[in-house]
């Protein structure tokens, strides 16, 4: 059996600075992910006045109940889509003028629900170029509150950054969401806000295709926290388990009281023939010798996604995937990716709006995996080349967005496979 250490998650350390700069008091973050998204996340709050103190193994915030330090702030967001939305909602709390950027592939995704909520409340803010995306300028005056309406349909993170928001406002603030993806990331925050010691209330409208969040006008009190290890992250090295025959891994730390929803991925891996054990803490995979081939939803889990899609062609049998049309609009169009990919393996694939099904076959090399600078379509098919010789990557290091260290810790483990 071989036990990894796996980095922090990047989603709790991009809502934990969050939380930590808008605090009362000075917050201690305890093994956050270091790596250029959590890393451009804390220059992002140092750029609008927060002090931030970073050191191995510990981040130390001070907040700033009253919004950022500064007047005037020039904030580039590198390609962290939790920087990008979550930090002009931030910003917006404060006095002064604000002034975002982003990188060409941050810069292609969708900004314009947010945007349109936080207008909606009294938000005054523009978009430099194209409407809906960045760059944005946000002229921070304070947020009243009040009741808003949201399409959370691209992107649970718009829900969050206005969630995260709440407790910043003078009178609270009652989110309607009209359409929600990946809802676990949004019991992600809720659970996170509450032991900043926000209060939220949730009601599902009569017509079952609604619900509105509640939050009141607490504000958040800083803490010591400490960041679980990355799910998305581990669903690499439990995938690897169960495809190498003999195979067992165990991550540390991820555990049946995990926040993160993509631990489900386990359940996944169960379901084509793994033997997956969850504990209070730690989870383990092993292989069985034997994948199957199956139909899943992975709307909850759709970061998963090009992780399964890189496994599938060793199934017994079709592994389709519905219902993630919103994996279009991450760093790529991750499922034209995945099937762009898999096709240069000789993978039979078809494809539609939010679903993709991949048929049994052997991947052959020599190819060149064509990243489309996602460090998601890098790690899953390093998965693939477990069994393909020759599998290379037009760009392996855009892994540092979330895992800077990835080809050395995914290479060592699997050298003992």
């Given at each position: 059996m071989?036990?990894?250490?796996?980095p922090?998650s990047?989603?709790v350390?991009?809502?934990a600075?969050f939380?930590?700069?808008a605090?009362?008091?000075?917050t201690?973050?305890?093994r956050?992910?270091r790596?250029?998204?959590?890393?451009?996340?804390a220059?992002g709050?140092k750029?609008?006045?927060y002090?931030?103190?970073?050191?191995?193994g510990a981040?130390?915030?001070e907040?700033?109940?009253?919004?950022?330090?500064?007047?005037?702030?020039?904030v580039?967001?590198?390609?962290?889509?939790?920087t990008a939305r979550?930090?002009?909602a931030?910003?917006?709390?404060?006095h002064?003028t604000f002034?975002?950027?982003?990188?060409?592939?941050?810069?292609r995704?969708?900004?314009?629900?947010?945007?349109t909520?936080?207008r909606?409340?009294?938000?005054e803010?523009?978009?430099?170029?194209?409407?809906?995306?960045?760059p944005?300028?946000?002229t921070?005056?304070?947020?009243?509150g009040?009741?808003v309406?949201?399409?959370?349909?691209q992107?649970s993170q718009y829900?969050?950054a206005?969630?995260?928001?709440?407790?910043?406002?003078?009178?609270?603030?009652?989110?309607t969401v009209?359409?929600?993806?990946?809802?676990?990331?949004?019991?992600?925050?809720?659970?996170?806000m509450?032991a900043f010691?926000a209060?939220?209330?949730r009601e599902?409208?009569?017509?079952?295709?609604?619900r509105?969040?509640s939050?009141?006008?607490?504000?958040?009190?800083a803490t010591?926290?400490?960041i679980?290890?990355?799910?998305?992250t581990?669903s690499?090295?439990?995938a690897a388990?169960a495809l190498?025959?003999?195979?067992?891994v165990?991550?540390?730390?991820?555990?049946?009281?995990?926040?993160?929803?993509?631990?489900?991925f386990v359940?996944?891996?169960?379901?084509?023939?793994?033997e997956?054990?969850?504990?209070?803490?730690?989870?383990t995979?092993?292989?069985?010798?034997?994948?199957r081939?199956l139909?899943?939803?992975?709307?909850?889990i759709s970061?998963?996604m090009?992780t399964?899609?890189a496994?599938?062609p060793?199934?017994d049998?079709?592994?389709r995937i519905?219902?993630?049309?919103?994996?279009?609009?991450?760093e790529?169009d991750r499922?034209d990716?995945?099937?762009?990919?898999?096709?240069?393996l000789?993978?039979?694939v078809?494809?539609?709006?939010?679903w993709i099904?991949i048929?049994?076959?052997?991947?052959?090399?020599?190819?060149?995996?064509?990243?489309?600078?996602?460090?998601r379509?890098?790690?899953?098919?390093?998965?693939?080349?477990l069994?393909t010789?020759g599998i290379t990557?037009?760009d392996?290091?855009c892994?540092?967005?979330?895992?800077p260290?990835?080809?050395?810790?995914f290479?060592?483990?699997?050298?003992?496979?």
């Open positions: 071989t036990v990894i250490d796996i922090g990047k989603s350390t991009a809502r600075l939380l930590a700069a605090a009362e008091g000075t201690t973050l305890l956050p992910l790596s250029d998204d959590s890393e451009g996340f220059e709050l750029a609008l006045g002090a931030v103190r970073q050191e191995p981040w130390h915030i907040g700033r109940p009253a919004g950022p330090g500064t007047a005037e702030a020039d580039h967001c590198r390609d962290g889509a939790t979550f930090l002009p931030l910003a917006a709390t404060g002064g002034r975002f950027d982003a990188s060409a592939q941050m810069r995704r969708p900004l314009g629900p947010l945007t909520a936080l909606e409340l009294g938000v803010l523009t978009h430099g170029e194209r409407e809906g995306h960045h944005l300028t946000v921070g005056r304070g947020i009243k009040g009741a309406r949201l399409d959370a349909g992107s829900l969050t206005l969630l995260m928001l709440g407790p910043l406002t003078a009178e609270g603030l009652a989110i009209t359409d929600l993806v990946s809802e676990p990331y949004v019991e992600i925050t809720l659970a996170m509450r010691g209060e939220v209330a599902d409208g009569a017509d079952g295709r609604t509105t969040y939050v009141a006008p607490t504000g958040y009190r010591t926290y400490a679980e290890p990355d799910a998305s581990s690499y090295f439990f388990a190498v025959p003999g195979a067992e165990t991550v540390p730390g991820l555990g049946t009281g995990a926040l993160q929803g993509d631990l489900a359940d996944v891996l169960r379901r084509m023939g793994a997956a054990q969850v504990t209070d803490a730690a989870t995979v092993r292989s069985t010798g034997r994948l081939g139909t899943v939803n992975m709307r909850d970061d998963t090009p399964l899609a496994l599938a060793f199934a049998g079709p592994v519905e219902d993630v049309a919103n994996t279009r609009v991450k790529c499922l990716a995945c099937a762009e990919n898999l096709r240069r000789g993978i039979d078809a494809t539609g709006p939010d099904e048929r049994p076959g052997t991947p052959a090399g020599p190819v060149e995996i064509a990243t489309h600078g996602d460090h379509i890098v790690m899953s098919f390093a998965v693939t080349a069994r010789p990557f037009d392996p290091g892994v540092r967005k979330t895992f260290d990835f080809h050395r810790v290479g060592a483990f699997t050298q003992g496979l």
